[in-house]
């Protein structure tokens, strides 16, 4: 051990290449600590959204549920007027979304989580996601995806596709 020491403090090339090394494990440690606070940061946003939409998705009022997850929705889904979800939305995913949400977990269990592209919604661009969501009974089908969209701008994510419920 001593023979190391002594040839590891008084060979400077030694010394330096160790060093060199040291210092680009720390950056790419560093960097993933990074990545990955932003990913949590994600994930914790998209919980919270999950969790409130699948909420909403519970009133038992059709018309009031549909208010409420309006606040959960790009505004993509909304109709012109922006005071309703859009006729085809309200018809088909949204009714079944709300005849089936009684059938999952809430809180939801995030069981996985897919990136599926990077693009733009309208002027904003980001990246959509699949979160897959279980239900409680396994029996009553394989997880169900909900379509996220996460804006660059930094904007609260937003459910653009809720028709796998």
Known sequence: ??????HFFTNKNYFFKVKKKGIVLFAFLVLYMRISGQDTEHEQKVEALLNNFMNALLIA???VSAKEVMKYT????HNANGTDLSDDLRRFSFKKA????KLYHVPVKIVKIRKTSSGALGSDKGDFYEYYI??????????????IFISQSGGEPKITYMGGL
Do not use: V
């Open 98 to 101: 709300h005849e089936n949400a």
């Open 1 to 6: 051990m001593a023979d190391f020491l002594l």
């Open 61 to 63: 009022d059709e018309n």
């Open 74 to 77: 790009h505004s993509s889904l």
């Open 134 to 147: 279980s239900k409680k009974n396994a029996d009553s089908g394989l997880p169900s995806p909900i379509r």
